[in-house]
Each structure stands twice: as structure tokens, then as C-alpha cells.
């Protein structure tokens, strides 16, 4: 049994993606309402303002406000329509909240807690706001299962990153650690890639920019995080 495990923090243990989910769903009634239709909508969005927001501002919440109004405003400019600046705000106040700390996933943090009774357990989360992050992991109460020293903050998670995570964790041969976490590109790639193991946590709900193919199909499945803990601690003793 390997006697590092990691684990994701963001829908793995706290339920992010589904409130950022339904705000986006907000944000394509709000611009069907305006004249736009969904499927240019979703198309800028998600192929145009996104990716070029996510390359100037990161993962986390800070950029759903401005990309809202991007996506209205681009949408104007688009159909050659002038963008109204009333609206434009609207469109950004969609996004408003969106920066509290998200609620516990059910059973996540009694499974983390059952988790580090038996196993070494490192949490590995991404955001280029590091301090933001490390609020959210406190707000959740994981600081009170887990050493402050045991959470790692990366900007991306990719092979090197998280062979620069086994390192700060002192484990030296990538076999010897786990990763556990919702997310086939950013969890479990980048561990099965450098030779450690995963356990993908299949919440039925993949965000687009998300979608992977995995590096190959040697991992286990859970649907749940407490799911995958119990495979976890079933599997060896
Ligand atoms: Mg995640």
C-alpha cells in the first residue's frame, strides 16, 4: 500500500465546480433573454473569453465576474450590436458570491479524518491564489485533520508539478503515493504519468475544460471521496 496518499481538494472534498456550473447557467438564460443563442453563447465563452481569462487569471473564482461581461460584451460586438453598459454589469453581478468558500462535500471531511488515521495524507490542490485557497481548505475544517505543513498549493497541476509535490512531501519514488481527485487532466494524468497510482472520483459532472483522455486505464473509480477512502483502507492491512 503506498504510504503517501494525496488528495484533491476542489470537488474532491468541497463542492466548487456545480455552483460555478449554475452560474454559468445563469449567464446563458440572462443572454438567450438578451437575443444571443446558447450555442454561440456557450461557444464564446467557453472557446474565446474563457480560455483567454484562464491563460491572464487562473483557475479560481476571481475571473467569473469579468468573463461574463466579456462574454456579453464580445457577443454584441459579434452580431454588430453596441453593448449596453447597464447590461454589461448585470451580466457581471451574475457572478456575484461566487468567492465564499465552498460547502463540504457529504461525509468528506469524517472520511479524511478515517483517512489520516491510517495513512499518511497529503492534501494537493491547485490555484494561482494561494492564500485565497488556503482559506477555502481552512473554512472546510480540513486544517483541523491536517497539518497546515501537509498542504500543498500549486499554480498547475502537470507531471513536473506534481513530481515537485512528491519531493516536498519527502517521497522518493513516485510509486510510493496515491492521488485521489475528480479531475482525469489534473489529478489523475499527472500522477499516472510520473508512475504513481489514482483513484478518479467520477462525480457524474466534468467541467469542459476538464475533459481528458486518461494516460492509460490502470486506476481505480469511486463516485464519492468516502467511497474511494474505503477502497482505500479495504484494499491493503
Ligand atoms: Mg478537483
Given at each position: 500500500?503506498p504510504?503517501l496518499?494525496?488528495v484533491?481538494?476542489d470537488d474532491t472534498?468541497v463542492?466548487?465546480?456545480p455552483?460555478f456550473?449554475?452560474?454559468?447557467?445563469?449567464?446563458?438564460?440572462f443572454l438567450e433573454?438578451?437575443?444571443?443563442?446558447?450555442?454561440v453563447s456557450e461557444r464564446?465563452h467557453?472557446?474565446?473569453?474563457?480560455q483567454e481569462?484562464?491563460?491572464l487569471m487562473?483557475?479560481?473564482?476571481?475571473?467569473?465576474?469579468p468573463s461574463?461581461?466579456?462574454?456579453?460584451v464580445?457577443l454584441?460586438f459579434?452580431?454588430e450590436r453596441f453593448?449596453?453598459?447597464?447590461?454589461?454589469?448585470e451580466?457581471?453581478a451574475l457572478?456575484?458570491?461566487?468567492e465564499?468558500?465552498?460547502p463540504?462535500l457529504?461525509?468528506?471531511?469524517?472520511a479524511?479524518r478515517?483517512l489520516?488515521a491510517h495513512?499518511s495524507?497529503?492534501?494537493?490542490?491547485?490555484?494561482h491564489?494561494a492564500?485565497?485557497?488556503?482559506?477555502?481548505?481552512?473554512?472546510a475544517?480540513v486544517?483541523?485533520?491536517?497539518e497546515?505543513?501537509?498542504v500543498?498549493?500549486?499554480?498547475?497541476?502537470?507531471?513536473?508539478?506534481?513530481r515537485?509535490?512528491l519531493?516536498?512531501?519527502?517521497?522518493?519514488?513516485?510509486?510510493?503515493?496515491?492521488?485521489?481527485g475528480n479531475?482525469?487532466?489534473s489529478?489523475v494524468n499527472p500522477?499516472?504519468?510520473v508512475?504513481?497510482?489514482?483513484?478518479?472520483i467520477?462525480?457524474?459532472?466534468?467541467w469542459?475544460?476538464?475533459?481528458?483522455?486518461?494516460?492509460?486505464n490502470r486506476?481505480?473509480?469511486?463516485?464519492?471521496?468516502?467511497?474511494a477512502?474505503?477502497q482505500?483502507l479495504?484494499?491493503?492491512?
Open positions: 500500500m504510504p496518499i494525496l484533491d481538494f472534498l463542492d466548487t465546480g455552483r456550473h449554475a452560474r454559468r447557467e445563469q449567464l446563458f438564460r433573454a438578451e437575443g444571443f443563442s446558447r450555442e464564446v467557453h472557446e474565446v473569453v474563457d481569462l484562464l491563460d487562473g483557475f479560481g473564482p476571481f475571473r467569473l465576474g461574463f461581461r466579456d462574454t456579453y464580445r454584441c459579434e452580431a453593448p449596453d453598459p447597464g447590461t454589461a454589469r451580466a457581471e457572478a456575484a458570491g461566487i465564499n468558500p465552498p463540504l457529504p461525509g468528506a471531511l469524517e479524511l478515517e489520516t495513512r495524507v497529503g492534501i494537493y490542490t491547485q490555484s491564489f492564500e485565497y485557497q488556503l482559506g477555502c481548505v481552512e473554512a475544517g486544517l483541523e485533520v491536517v497546515r505543513s501537509q500543498r498549493i500549486t499554480p498547475e497541476k502537470s507531471p513536473d508539478a506534481f515537485e509535490a519531493a516536498h512531501f519527502r517521497v522518493g519514488r513516485a510509486e510510493a503515493a496515491w492521488m485521489v479531475s482525469i487532466r489529478d500522477a499516472l504519468a508512475g504513481a497510482g489514482a483513484t478518479w467520477d462525480t457524474g459532472l466534468t469542459h475544460h476538464d475533459r481528458a483522455r486518461p494516460v492509460h486506476f481505480s473509480r469511486a463516485t464519492s471521496f468516502p467511497e477512502v474505503r482505500l479495504e484494499s491493503a492491512d
